[in-house]
Structures are given as structure tokens and as C-alpha cells.
């Protein structure tokens, strides 16, 4: 059977937006002040810290420029990626002297079901905890990352996740099915940046762990996608290298238009979630990026990846990578994002193509998001010491989440996802099926 795979963001029906009420401003109050006493001072001589979730509008202009440049701080992602300068910024702030300090983080604690022979049913916690601080440096910025995850508490076996695969958890065997845990350390990083001229800036960048110049954003800060606990199984041909151990890029920037080039450790992390590894910067990748308008942002990138795979040693591949990212403000209140995403992974003669789209609809504290993915997979029945054919397989998971605020930078969510997936006849006796299916239920802690 040949799988055909529509890959579209799911269709979210807005025919009926409520017309928000107009705001209307208090009337004020004709007192005249006392001839004795001057104006109060709006401020003290010591700035106050600034302390305000920076999310609460979609369409607010931030006062903050990037770390990287001068463009607002919403169009940074992560590692060094580009995003819509519309995107959500969900960081606390607060100034101390002449640092900014920035911290956000979620936690979810997920319930997983996966159905058929190959399936299982496993409670996890997954997120992370996300520090940053910048400081001005010459007519630029010094910055420092730091970003944490709890996915090693799921043990070697990670979570179960149909048609997922890639890296070993273990040392010995492949994950497949399954999506493998994230190490502890997702990102520590520093950066520098000059500016050149008008809109116009050089910077460096270097992690252990960080993330070179390939694809689009890691998946959980793709905001079209964020609100989903569960990984794409697209990861590795997209956006696996978020954690790579040793990286180091060189960038320029030329108003809405970024080139950069990385030196980074091309072998994933080892089955040792805890620690820091390091290797040597054996492989390279190129990115060039382009945000058209405030609501788009476009990549395409290129890598060559030298002996990534702990399982295949001396086997090296090579990588392409394009994506569209949008975010807009589409009514008082409704927040829309979406994402489609191709990459194409190539070991010897062997060309894989895999595709995504993702979208996000938000409006009063619910967000309803979906994904629709095609993969050609070659590792789902593969021989231990061999790839085998590649099946064309895909999925579709649809989900929401409800938010709650319950404290000034706190909020408390509850939400699930369904999800189907499509197999070829040729490894459907393997799934129960031709599409056996997938459910999450969740609750999240969210600090922004």
C-alpha cells in the first residue's frame, strides 16, 4: 500500500470569533494638586527590577532588542535559530545593575498510552528549565544560557512513541517506537555580539552542550508545537542536533537576513543522561535565515554530520533542512502559529525525505494545537547491524491544553492529545494495523 500523507496543519473553524468588548478608559479625575508639592519622581536612582510576563500581548512591541542583534528579543529561539518577531515570549525579567536576568520553565507529567503489539503505556515527567543573562559589552551583548530537562528520570527506555526512532538510550540497542530521554544539560552557552552598522551585527556562539546551525527551532520552542508534550518523529531529520556537545558558530547579520556557519561534535549524546561529554568539532553545518515580515521566518540549512551514531560507527551523513515559521496576532485575542518544516537525511546512497506541519490556535488561556508528519523510515525493522528499506509512514495528533493562572508568573494546565498513525501494508501485521493509535493525557506547571 502507498501511504499518502495530506501534510497540512489541521483546518481550526474560526467562523464565529466573539467581538472582544471595546476597552474603555476611565474617566479622570480634574484635581488640581497643592501648589506646595512638586511633581513625584516616577522613579528611584536605582532601577527597579522590571518583573512581567512578556506574553500577555502578541502584538506588543518589545523593548528589548535581541542578544544577537538589533531586532526585537522575540525573534530569538533556540540555540541561534530564528523565529517571528511575533512569537510568544513567556520569560520573566528582571533587571540587577546592568544585567538582565531571564528565566522560564515548564513542567508536564504525562500519562502515554500507544497502541497495538508495539505499543505501551508508560507516566513520564518531561520540560524544562531555562535560565539566561545578558550583559551590555562594547556596542553588543554578552549572554549566557543555561537550559535544563528532567527527561532523564525516564530511565533508558524513554517514552513509548509510535514510529519514533533514533539514538540508543542504552549503549546496545536502538529505540524505536519509542522517543529516547533528552540529556540534563540541554544548553550551556555563551554568546557575544558586535554591531556593525544600521541593523547590522557579527556574533559568536559556543556550547557544551549547544546547538549548530541546522533546521528550525528545537521542536519544544517551536511555538506552533510547544504546548504538545509529545516529540515529533521528524526529530531526527529536523532538529535532533539541539544537543550537541561542542559547538561553535560565527554569524552575520544583515537586517532581517542571517548567515552562519558552525563547527560542532556531530555524534549524538550517549547513553549517559547525567554528564557533560566532549568530542571533537568534526562536523559542519550552514544556515541562512530570512524574516520576510514581522509575522514569517524562513531557513534553509545544510550539514555534513560525521560518525553521529553511536551504533553505526564510521557511518557519516549528510543533512538538508528547510522551514517556514509564522506567528500572528489574527484577532483581539487569538493567537495563530504555524510551522512546515522538510528535511532530507542521506547515509551512503540512501536519500530519506521527512515533512511537517504543525499550527496553534490560543484564545483565553486555551490552546489547541496539531501536527501532521511523513516520514521515510528506515530504521523500524532494520537488522541490528543494518539499516533496512525505508517504509513511508505518518501521523496526525490533534490536542489542547487549558491553562490557569494561579499566582502573578505561575499558571497550572490540564490537557491531551489523540493520535493516529498510518503504516504500509508491508509492516502493518507489526502495529495491530494499518493505523494504530496514540493518546496522551497531561497536567503542566508553567513559570513565565
Not at 337 to 343: F, H
Not at 361 to 378: D, S, V, Y
Amino acid at each position: 500500500m502507498k501511504l499518502r500523507l495530506l501534510i497540512a496543519a489541521s483546518a481550526l473553524a474560526l467562523a464565529h470569533l466573539a467581538a472582544p468588548a471595546a476597552a474603555q478608559d476611565m474617566p479622570g479625575m480634574q484635581m488640581p494638586m497643592p501648589e506646595q508639592k512638586p511633581p513625584a519622581k516616577t522613579a528611584p536612582q536605582v532601577p527597579a527590577p522590571m518583573n512581567m510576563p512578556m506574553d500577555e500581548h502578541a502584538g506588543h512591541e518589545m523593548a528589548m532588542a535581541g542578544a544577537l542583534g538589533s531586532y526585537p528579543m522575540t525573534r530569538e529561539s533556540s540555540g541561534t535559530a530564528w523565529q517571528p518577531d511575533e512569537s510568544e515570549h513567556s520569560a520573566l525579567h528582571v533587571m540587577s545593575g546592568d544585567w538582565t536576568l531571564m528565566v522560564h520553565g515548564v513542567l508536564n507529567l504525562v500519562a502515554d498510552h500507544q497502541s497495538g503489539p508495539r505499543g505501551d503505556n508508560k507516566a513520564f515527567a518531561s520540560g524544562m528549565l531555562m535560565g539566561m543573562a545578558q550583559h551590555p559589552l562594547g556596542n553588543g551583548t554578552l549572554q549566557f544560557k543555561a537550559m535544563l530537562s528532567p527527561d532523564p528520570l525516564m530511565g533508558a527506555s524513554g517514552y513509548p512513541l509510535l514510529l519514533a526512532s533514533g539514538e540508543t538510550a542504552n549503549g546496545r540497542d536502538r529505540l524505536i517506537d519509542r522517543q529516547h530521554p533528552h540529556d540534563l544539560f540541554m544548553e550551556l552557552s555563551a554568546s557575544v555580539s558586535q554591531n556593525i552598522g544600521k541593523g547590522s551585527s557579527v556574533f559568536l556562539y559556543a556550547g557544551l552542550p549547544g546547538e549548530p546551525a541546522f533546521g528550525p527551532p528545537a521542536f519544544m520552542h517551536r511555538e506552533a508545537i510547544m504546548d504538545s508534550p509529545e516529540a515529533p518523529i521528524s526529530h531526527h531529520w529536523l532538529d535532533s542536533t539541539h544537543i550537541s556537545f561542542g559547538v561553535v558558530t560565527a554569524a552575520l547579520v544583515l537586517g532581517n537576513v542571517k548567515a552562519e556557519v558552525s563547527r560542532f561534535n556531530g555524534r549524538e549524546p550517549d547513553q549517559h543522561r547525567w554528564n557533560i561529554e566532549a568530542g571533537p568539532l568534526d562536523s559542519t553545518a550552514v544556515r541562512l535565515s530570512w524574516n520576510p515580515t514581522r509575522e514569517w521566518s524562513l531557513q534553509g540549512s545544510w550539514g555534513h554530520f560525521t560518525d553521529p551514531e553511536q551504533l553505526e560507527p564510521g557511518v557519516n551523513q549528510k543533512r538538508w533542512s528547510a522551514s517556514a515559521l509564522y506567528a500572528h496576532e489574527i484577532a483581539p485575542g487569538w493567537k495563530l502559529a504555524g510551522t512546515l518544516a522538510w528535511g532530507r537525511k542521506t547515509i551512503d546512497d540512501h536519500k530519506d525525505d521527512a515533512y511537517a506541519a504543525e499550527a496553534s490556535l490560543k484564545h483565553a488561556g486555551w490552546t489547541a494545537f496539531g501536527r501532521a508528519e511523513m516520514t521515510e523510515n528506515r530504521e523500524l525493522v532494520a537488522d541490528p547491524d543494518e539499516h533496512g528499506p525505508a517504509y513511508r509512514v505518518g501521523k496526525v495528533s490533534l490536542g489542547a491544553v487549558r491553562d490557569f493562572r494561579v499566582a502573578k508568573n505561575l499558571s497550572l494546565g490540564a490537557g491531551g492529545l489523540l493520535a493516529v498513525n498510518f503504516v504500509p501494508d508491508a509492516v502493518a501485521t507489526l502495529y495491530g494495523g494499518n493505523n494504530p493509535v496514540g493518546a496522551m493525557a497531561f497536567v503542566r506547571v508553567k513559570l513565565n
